[in-house]
């Protein structure tokens, strides 16, 4: 017979392990209402709803805007963006729900608000699309009318897609009331993004065009191996993200901590391989493939850039309004504000680690800002409804950026309720 364990011992055994299994979960739990605390007394409760947008923040980037993926669906059910006609691409048709709500929902009596802008734009229709209902289903002017509030923003765009957009609708017959734009940044950093990878600073941005028309096929082995890192690294946040929401880690302050370390970490390596495909030439070295991808020759010396960029934003802007003007849309445009835009913001501690992916993104704020304010007051001069956002959190010590451009859900909060408090008087009076 073999040798029988001792009892004594394996309770013993049992009771050690139970007390560490006890002690474990009381530091646990003693952590996260340690955390907890220490985040209220700083002014800046956890809360469940601002870790999860903060989180598809950080992933929806990541796991949208993969090169070579056009029309494939991925094991998580999502797809890559298609070419669209009018403004290049997008992830799927009808984002937003824009055409659906005027082809099903629309009633005669209806007031319709359509946002557009890029993902900044995007991200605040998300979070406080119904906030901004309800602030225009108050306005006396709007009494007795449904305000629907419609999100035709879309992430990595910029002008010309704007406007473009807007004739679109036009075109089918659908017509909005109102038409919001929020823009500035993705028309300063993109636009110089795109030189640098031999596409027109007013094509529409690489990530979205690029990487979309281009032949795979015909990639060098060099730029291969940094799509198969790309590709790689969005499975790899793909499985955090996932892993996070199975485990209920967003609703925990000490989780949530964890996966936004880990989630930074990632994102910082994904603007590595961006920066190594950028330096590799945005379009692949096939004649066709980068005829049709690069569009007409520009000046690439990065001021003339930023000037070519700002002038199509400027005149976007102006054909924005006259297509609003010529039915009788009232048409508000307001600049967003950046976190590299010099004097924007005083930065918290959280905010100055915060990196820029490419050098562009720090020249398209620090030096594209101010002429974009300068052709804003063109704008203004010439009877535009414009208001400059790009302030908003200058007096703001907290933090609020979760990267270059992005902000979280009280940032969003904030921009909202200037948006709203700044919004000019006169538009709506003859409504």
Not at 97 to 125: I, N, T
Not at 183 to 201: Q, R
Not at 333 to 359: C, V, W, Y
């Amino acid at each position: 017979m073999g040798v029988q364990p001792d009892p004594t011992r394996v309770r013993r055994i049992l009771v050690k392990v139970g007390i560490a299994v006890i002690a474990l979960v009381v530091g646990i739990l003693l952590a996260e209402g340690g955390l907890r605390l220490w985040m209220r007394a700083q002014g800046h409760p956890f809360d469940t709803q601002a870790a999860r947008f903060r989180i598809r923040s950080i992933l929806s980037p990541i796991a949208r805007f993969v090169p070579a993926t056009v029309g494939i669906d991925l094991p998580d059910g999502a797809r890559r963006p298609v070419l669209n006609p009018y403004y290049g691409s997008e992830e799927e048709a009808d984002m937003g729900g824009v055409f659906k709500h005027f082809r099903e929902d629309a009633r005669p009596d209806d007031f319709e608000v359509l946002l557009l802008g890029g993902s900044v734009a995007a991200y605040l229709g998300v979070s406080d699309g119904d906030a901004f209902r309800a602030a225009f289903q108050d306005r006396p002017e709007l009494r007795g009318r449904r305000v629907v509030f419609l999100n035709g923003a879309h992430a990595a765009h910029k002008q010309p897609q704007q406007v473009t957009r807007v004739a679109v609708l036009l075109a089918f017959g659908y017509r909005p009331d109102l038409v919001l734009a929020l823009d500035g940044f993705n028309e300063s950093a993109l636009a110089v993004d795109n030189a640098l990878g031999g596409l027109n600073p007013l094509w529409p941005s690489a990530p979205v065009w690029g990487a979309v028309v281009t032949n795979s096929a015909l990639v060098s082995p060099e730029r291969m191996e940094v799509l198969v890192g790309i590709w790689d690294l969005r499975e790899r946040t793909q499985s955090l993200v996932n892993q996070c929401l199975r485990f209920g880690l967003d609703s925990s302050a000490l989780g949530s901590k964890y996966v936004f370390s880990r989630l930074e970490t990632l994102s910082r390596q994904r603007n590595d391989l961006q920066g190594q495909l950028q330096a590799l030439g945005a379009v692949d070295p096939d004649a066709r493939a980068r005829r049709q991808a690069g569009g007409p020759d520009f000046e690439p010396e990065t001021g003339a850039v930023l000037q070519f960029s700002v002038q199509g934003w400027r005149e976007s802007s102006r054909s924005l309004r006259a297509l609003c003007d010529s039915r009788g849309i009232p048409y508000v445009h307001f600049m967003q504000p950046a976190l590299f835009d010099t004097g924007s913001k005083p930065m918290s501690p959280e905010e100055s680690q915060i990196q820029n992916p490419r050098e562009s993104w720090l020249v398209g704020a620090r030096d594209g800002y101010p002429m974009l304010r300068a052709a804003a007051a063109e704008l203004a001069a010439g009877g535009e409804h414009f208001v400059d956002a790009s302030r908003v959190f200058a007096e703001v010590h907290e933090t609020l950026y979760v990267d270059p451009c992005h902000v979280n859900l009280h940032g969003n909060q904030l921009l909202r309720e200037f948006m709203l408090a700044h919004f000019p008087k006169d538009v709506l009076a003859t409504r």
